[in-house]
């Protein structure tokens, strides 16, 4: 299954399920969800994870997609 990066809009691979059980090749998460200190969630892939500040908002989570 993909979904998008709230951050830089890339389709990112989200790893478990029902499905990832019977397979001989798992596959791998490209990134999580994150719930930020102001409240907000955001599904990011790693390379937008890295990019946000220590105490990140959901306004540096916008900011990623304007680079």
């Not at 596959?27 to 946000?52: K, N, Q, V």
């Amino acid at each position: 299954m993909t979904q998008t990066c709230d951050g830089c809009g890339v389709e990112i691979s989200v790893a478990g399920g029902i499905a990832n059980i019977w397979s001989t090749e798992p596959t791998h998460t490209g990134g999580m969800t994150l719930e930020l200190p102001d409240g907000s969630e955001h599904l990011l892939c790693f390379d937008c994870i890295e990019a946000l500040p220590e105490e990140a908002t959901a306004a540096d989570v916008a900011a990623l997609g304007d680079s």
